[in-house]
């Protein structure tokens, strides 16, 4: 059934923003509903088309609404996560009738993307998706945090805004961040530099993160005094580390043994984030990764708390998110067996060969 609908905006002054730079976030509702036609005129947003699509897409036009008057700059990132936020809502609330279970409450999307986490130099760091929201929700009600997930996912990053923001509020009187420095194709031995040289590279995403959020001219007096300490994971063996935050990075480089050494680091008023990939593991073969294995082995306990983010929660260019999925699609075709569970291969026109039938014991 056709319908038609205008949803007038008010205060004409913030139409542009609505509309994003260069109406980019217009462009981005025009993909996600390609079955309504939207037309702008002044500060009227005309809307036609069937009554079911017309009615989700003037939904996400007043949410997106809500999250500019909440101080949020619309981006068509922010734009996309307001319309799978709102859909993923309707479906489980669909679902929820289908199977006569109760609705459970849903916070909106600027309830979610409009939060702050941190005001640092003259910006505000927020989650800028649903997944991410709910990370920051594990560190703040958990001593430790897993956070596990591909590149692009602001693990890392949301960790340390909320370790800045801590020690901004004296939840904690230092900031410890730290990383292993696996070899991956080069030998730190024949790294030109001394020690501190040589493993500054692995720990430089870490100082990136901390130049964002802190005045950069501050760092080394921080460092200096011992408030912010970067360092990598060899050197946390045998401490005992109080009323810190500290953050592992990278740990899927961690060996079984490593993880437990760090874990076992924790002191008294600390909170401890670990975030890392398990696709990406840099280890030698066969070498057990630390963070798949601490997934398995802590998962359950209390006050461990665990976030695993997706290609839906990269929030760097778009096409990361799909790279992601194309090569989690072509990893899982690669490991499905033939149907009968073996795999073969034969050159082309050559004929399998008998296996002769060999009898085995119990």
Same mark, same amino acid.
């Given at each position: 059934?056709?319908?038609? $609908?205008?949803v007038?905006?008010?205060?004409?002054?913030?139409?542009?923003?609505?509309?994003?730079?260069?109406?980019?976030?217009l462009?981005e509702?025009?993909? !996600?509903?390609?079955?309504?036609?939207?037309?702008?005129?002044g500060?009227?947003?005309?809307?036609?088309?069937r009554?079911?699509?017309?009615s989700?897409?003037?939904?996400?036009?007043e949410? /997106? $609404?809500?999250?500019?008057a909440?101080?949020v700059?619309?981006?068509?990132?922010?734009?996309?996560?307001?319309v799978? +936020?709102?859909?993923?809502?309707?479906?489980?609330?669909? !679902?929820?009738?289908?199977?006569?279970?109760?609705?459970?409450?849903?916070?909106s999307p600027?309830?979610? /993307?409009?939060?702050?986490?941190?005001?640092?130099?003259?910006r505000? *760091?927020?989650?800028?998706?649903?997944?991410?929201a709910a990370?920051?929700?594990?560190?703040?009600?958990?001593?430790?945090?897993?956070?596990i997930?591909?590149?692009?996912t602001?693990?890392?990053?949301?960790?340390?805004?909320?370790?800045?923001?801590a020690?901004? @509020?004296?939840?904690v009187?230092?900031? *410890?961040? @730290?990383?292993?420095?696996?070899e991956?194709?080069?030998?730190?031995?024949?790294l030109?530099?001394?020690?501190s040289e040589? #493993?500054?590279?692995?720990l430089?995403?870490l100082?990136?993160?901390?130049?964002? +959020?802190?005045d950069?001219?501050s #760092?080394?007096?921080?460092?200096?005094a011992?408030?912010?300490?970067?360092?990598?994971?060899?050197? %946390?063996?045998?401490?005992?580390l109080?009323?810190?935050? *500290?953050?592992?990075?990278e !740990?899927?480089? @961690?060996?079984?043994?490593q %993880?437990? +050494?760090f874990?076992?680091?924790?002191?008294?008023? &600390?909170? +401890?984030?670990?975030?890392?990939? *398990? @696709?990406?593991?840099? /280890?030698?073969?066969?070498?057990?990764?630390?963070?798949?294995?601490?997934?398995?082995i802590?998962?359950?306990?209390?006050?461990i708390?665990? &976030?695993? /983010?997706g290609?839906?929660?990269?929030v760097?260019?778009r096409?990361?998110?799909?790279?992601i999925?194309?090569?989690a699609?072509d990893?899982? $075709? $690669?490991?499905r067996?033939?149907?009968?569970g073996?795999?073969?291969?034969?050159?082309?026109?050559?004929?399998?060969?008998?296996?002769?039938?060999?009898e085995?014991g119990?």
């Amino acid at each position: 059934m056709s319908a038609s $609908r205008v949803v007038i905006v008010d205060d004409a002054a913030t139409m542009p923003d609505l509309l994003g730079s260069g109406d980019s976030v217009l462009r981005e509702l025009e993909r !996600a509903f390609p079955a309504v036609d939207v037309l702008v005129r002044g500060n009227h947003i005309s809307l036609t088309g069937r009554d079911a699509d017309v009615s989700e897409c003037a939904a996400a036009i007043e949410e /997106l $609404r809500s999250l500019l008057a909440a101080g949020v700059a619309l981006t068509p990132d922010v734009a996309r996560e307001t319309v799978r +936020m709102l859909q993923g809502a309707r479906s489980a609330v669909a !679902a929820a009738r289908r199977e006569g279970a109760p609705r459970e409450a849903t916070s909106s999307p600027v309830t979610i /993307l409009s939060r702050s986490i941190l005001s640092s130099r003259g910006r505000t *760091i927020r989650p800028k998706t649903e997944g991410q929201a709910a990370y920051v929700q594990q560190i703040e009600r958990h001593t430790v945090t897993f956070c596990i997930g591909p590149a692009g996912t602001g693990k890392t990053y949301l960790a340390m805004a909320q370790a800045v923001a801590a020690l901004q @509020t004296k939840q904690v009187s230092r900031i *410890i961040l @730290t990383r292993p420095a696996v070899e991956a194709g080069e030998r730190l031995g024949f790294l030109p530099g001394t020690l501190s040289e040589k #493993i500054d590279p692995y720990l430089r995403p870490l100082y990136d993160a901390l130049h964002d +959020m802190v005045d950069p001219e501050s #760092i080394p007096r921080l460092i200096e005094a011992g408030t912010v300490e970067v360092a990598p994971l060899a050197y %946390m063996r045998g401490r005992t580390l109080n009323d810190a935050f *500290i953050i592992l990075d990278e !740990a899927q480089n @961690t060996t079984r043994e490593q %993880m437990k +050494m760090f874990l076992t680091r924790l002191g008294f008023g &600390s909170t +401890m984030v670990v975030t890392g990939d *398990i @696709t990406q593991v840099d /280890l030698p073969g066969g070498t057990t990764s630390g963070l798949r294995a601490a997934r398995d082995i802590l998962r359950g306990v209390d006050d461990i708390g665990f &976030s695993e /983010l997706g290609a839906q929660d990269v929030v760097r260019h778009r096409l990361v998110s799909d790279i992601i999925t194309a090569y989690a699609t072509d990893e899982a $075709r $690669r490991e499905r067996p033939d149907r009968d569970g073996q795999q073969r291969h034969f050159s082309r026109g050559a004929e399998p060969r008998a296996t002769p039938y060999k009898e085995t014991g119990p």
